[in-house]
């Protein structure tokens, strides 16, 4: 498994219920089936990666994120997870509302623009960075809403959301020592474990 | 047998058996027949293990032959032939296909059009009620007399759909997993009204004769047609008929025209007059009730979650985009309902431009995820197989 997704499925305990938003090729809740007995389900509307989940046996439902997520009742589920998509939504804080009011926890991961490569390359060549875990030009990105580790903490803060956990890593999803020195400058992809807001 | 070349990709020739099921079978509605007969056909090869078996619900109209011909020289094959045989989304070389016409049909088994034995006569609009559950039960008897204890999948689009969703709630052990496709949990208002537009029609022609109209060799095409051309509209999207009629006049001309003038009103003349030579009006007005009482959910006080918890079953629940009969949106609240009893699903929407008909076809996405599905679970069933042996 993807060295990230590893971490997250570390996260969950067994036989949990978990949702994973943009679920791709199912990776996660494939494993998750086999190696926890997880009652999980993935939202995708790639019909690529559908018929790829479909023959992995997970459960992947067709449905738009954008369309938002009120099919779904509060708490019904242990963990919501979004790896990668986050950037891609028409509303992210929105987003975070709804994964937080639908599970009890989530987990997020994007990749952090303020990384030095990204930084250099805007600084020096004066054009929208591209790299490794960023493949798309300006115009053809489905990455609308990208954020810097310290955008998406404001953000956390200003909703007083509970950071349980944060992980930085490189475009390879693996961490090194550096990274967590000083995460908005040297992790490439960046991964938060949220809890709802702390009632006062 | 050597297939005939335009039967290449089929099952080939087919040929219906039948089933009588002696006793009283006790029907939802009070009333009871004094046994039954269902014809039914299948197609593969059950496997030792006996765990391959997939049984087809057929939809308003449908019948028994769903895949292969009849006839060398049959033009058209089976209903369903774009899903069914060797190779298709349900495999023939892989599962053992059961597909009977349903209880009150009117292509073999017992219906308004057999002689009821207690009074040797048709039994016409006295046959009575029957509904989606007594189906469900009539094919478990089916089920036995073939020895299949579990199928590895119950299949249906639109009503098809329904039987499946009632199998997996009311008979949990034995269905492995439930295909709905094109379906809904119960009928909308909207839905009931053009069921009740068709019956009126078929009840209003004076050839009906109060439901008497075999004693009477009569047949009251008109009002069976006329309801097939309601039935038919709703079945196409607004998009798909433009695209294959548009706005075309048949002569070309406006000086020249007469009653039928519209390609669009030739077409639907000619599908509820073929229509009313091949069906039954007491069969539709059937089929129709048990459409419009279909509500599984109804049982527990309107709590369809409640009601899918009794399932033990996996789900495919698939729908498109232009279904307008039974809309993704019906299909959404099966799956939702699915997620929140935490059963095993998988669903998608398929983009079509053929509306509630799209399950009878062959569009490639449809079919990728529809097999994918029945692929993995072919898988199953060779495995289980396998260990029984």
Redesign the interface.
Known sequence: MRPDLKIIADLIKPGA?VLDLGCGEGELLAGLQAEKQV?G?GLDVD?AN??I???K??????QNLDQGLS???DD?FDMVVMTETLQSVRLPARMLDEMLRIGQECVVTFPNFGHWRSRWHLFLKGRMPMARHLPHDWHDTPNIHLCTVKDFERLARDKGLRIIQRFVAGADHRNHPLMSLMPNLFGAIAFYRLGRPERP | MAKHPAHEGSVGIVAPQRVHVPGEFALQCGESLDGFELVFETYGQLNAARSNAVLICHALSGNHHAAGYHAEEDAKPGWWDACIGPGKAVDTERFFVVSPNNLGGCHGSTGPATVNPATGEVFGPAFPTVTVKDWVRSQALLADHLDIERFAAVVGGSLGGMQAMQWAIDLPERVGAAALIASAAKLSAQNIAFNEIARQAITSDPQYRDGHYRSANANPEMGLGLARMIGHVTYLSDFGMGQRFGRELKSGDLSAARDVEFQVQSYLRHQGRSFSQRFDANTYLLMTRALDFFDPAGERGGDLVAALEQARSDFLVLSFSTDWRFSAARS?EI??AL??A?K??????IDSEHGHDSFLLPLP?YI??FK??M??LADAAEAGSADAA
């Open positions: 219920r009652n389900y019909p559908i018929a989940c479909v023959r046996g997970v459960n992947v439902i067709e099919n779904f009742p019904s | 959404k799956v939702d997620i929140a935490r095993n699903v998988v669903s998608a929407v996405r990728s995820v994918g599905y692929d993995r």
